[in-house]
């Protein structure tokens, strides 16, 4: 009798859970969020600002501008817009000063020339942000998680550590979703990032914000992890460039949370940035000795590349439709490829991308080439090590008395509700497989496939939350283990961000890069919120 009442009242809670769900969408619809004088943040008046990283890296080991005039024109632009969006949510604003002044002074003593300065510090005096997840030596590593809130860095990541060796002035760090595990940058520890070309609007996750942060202009590298999309939503949403790196290239270490079991394989650490030029700089400095596993050296000749393309998943039930817009916007690209750069191009049908969620979810459940079991979100939301009950934590929320977040509860509630199953682990990791030759048989060594970010441009705040699984648009790369760049192609109607996922065989991270540029120079790349 009482496990029959229990069972009743989970799925009370549960269709509780989704009416509020729905609610609250239907709020942001209508009302969009909280009401600003300005949608947009302001436009950059500053010339510094509006240089890639590295230019900036060429004119201060040239003398040409001072390095404290480059991190102080960010620390002014920093704190006049970061107050709208909410995207570094701690400065080290004193350091970063200190070490510009440090540069200025090694510069001023003219013992090295400009190739050998720029050999040995790719990024001298370049600013950077840094997602929070990952350690900055002295800043926070909450992951958004309230029990970890006092968690302060001893070291840096090494990524971290790396960028920082080639010169890179760290600003502050930047908002994620709670534990990472969702793709609206909201937490209980740091509060809500917001879109810089409309403060309405979501900024994607799990690195929104520094997605954010560097569509504002109040950065022009940054540093995000990506294991569903957590790169390329963000990078979409805002306007900007990520990439997401062939697994194994890029280290993981010294970033909460830690991925187990097949998880480990397939998160990737990988640069962001306003301007396409800066990513193979930056993949080759976070790569460090991994930079061996890819072809960067290797000249593209983009006529010479095979282009596929498909403009939906094929029409899966669980996600929504692709809007027209960024099917035009697609198209465009096509046309421009087949006619302006007069390359092969082709248009697709891959029956096993209607399956992309079934197909991360299997890759997520799976265990470790050793046998280790991915850990549980569950387990992670623990705090200190006292189990958390879910259903508890969603009845406490429903009285504003919950420390976690409700995209977070209802995670660890879909975990408990979805037991492993062997057979069904079987069809899809076969179905995974398959895809997984196919596409690698299209696309050889030389081809690229393109393929729409996400089903939409950036949804209004708390619309995640009525559709839940479209990340999955981005999350079928990253189960497939193949390097994306997501690139900007402009603006829609409405001022939002239009884009595009550019895809490539195995360790062909040298081809997605190549393109961005080609699609920056041809489309314009980014594009200043704000501007007129």
């Not at 179905?431 to 729409?452: A, H, N, Q």
Request: with cysteine.
């Amino acid at each position: 009798m009482a496990q029959l009442f229990t069972a009743r009242l989970q799925l009370l809670l549960l269709q509780a859970m989704g009416f509020l769900i729905g609610l609250i969408g239907q709020a942001a619809r209508a009302f969009g969020g909280p009401k600003f004088g300005s949608m947009t943040t302001p436009p950059v008046t500053e010339p510094l600002l509006l240089l890639s990283g590295v230019q900036l890296a060429k004119l201060i080991r040239q003398r040409k501008v001072k390095c404290i005039d480059v991190i102080q024109a960010y620390i002014n632009r920093i704190v006049d817009v970061n107050p709208l969006i909410n995207g570094i949510v701690k400065y080290r604003f004193e350091a970063a000063k200190k070490e510009a002044h440090d540069v200025d002074k090694k510069l001023a003593e003219k013992v090295e020339d400009d190739a050998t300065l720029e050999k040995k510090w790719p990024f001298l005096g370049v600013p950077l942000t840094v997602k929070e997840a990952f350690q900055l030596e002295g800043m926070p590593n909450s992951s958004g998680l309230v029990n970890r809130r006092n968690a302060i860095s001893k070291t840096d990541a090494t990524v971290v550590a790396y960028l920082k060796e080639a010169g890179a002035i760290p600003l502050g760090i930047t908002n994620c979703s709670e534990l990472c595990m969702w793709y609206e940058s909201s937490n209980k520890v740091y509060g809500r990032s917001n879109n810089p070309y409309d403060l309405r609007h979501i900024v994607g996750g799990s690195s929104g914000g520094e997605g954010c942060t560097l569509g504002a202009a109040c950065s022009v590298i940054g540093v995000g992890s990506d294991i569903g999309g957590s790169i390329r939503m963000p990078a979409f949403f805002n306007g900007i460039f990520g990439h997401k790196p062939s697994p194994g290239v890029v280290s993981n270490d010294g970033q909460f949370p830690v991925a187990k079991g097949a998880q480990e394989l397939f998160q990737c650490t990988g640069p962001m940035c306003r301007y396409a030029e800066d990513l193979a700089p930056m993949l080759r400095v976070m790569a460090g000795p991994g930079i061996k596993k890819l072809k960067l050296d290797e000249k593209v000749h983009l006529k010479g590349l095979k282009f596929y393309w498909m403009e939906h998943d094929g029409g899966s039930f669980l996600m929504s439709k692709v809007d027209r817009e960024l099917i035009q916007a697609q198209k465009k690209v096509v046309d421009h490829l087949e006619n302006i750069l007069g390359a092969s191009v082709q248009h697709v049908k891959l029956k096993q991308m209607k399956y992309s969620f079934q197909l991360w979810v299997t890759m997520m459940s799976a265990k470790g080439p050793d046998g280790t079991e991915p850990i549980k979100f569950v387990d992670l939301l623990s705090d200190h090590g006292k189990p958390i009950s879910p259903l508890w934590e969603l009845m406490k929320w429903c009285l504003g008395l919950s420390a976690h977040t409700i995209p977070a509860i209802g995670l660890a509630l879909l975990e408990a509700k979805i037991k492993y199953n062997p057979e069904k682990y079987k069809k899809f990791k076969a179905m995974e497989e398959s895809l997984y030759k196919e596409l690698l048989e299209m696309l050889g060594d030389d081809g690229i496939f393109l393929y729409p970010s996400h089903p939409t441009v950036a949804p209004k705040h708390h619309v995640p939350l009525t559709r839940p699984f479209n990340f999955a648009y981005t999350g079928i790369f990253s189960a497939l283990g193949l390097p994306v760049t997501q690139c900007p192609l402009g603006l829609n109607a409405k001022g939002l961000p239009l884009g595009i996922q550019v895809v490539a065989g195995p360790f062909n991270d040298h081809l997605t890069l190549a393109v961005a540029q080609y699609l920056e120079k041809s489309f314009g790349g980014w594009v200043c919120p704000g501007k007129l």
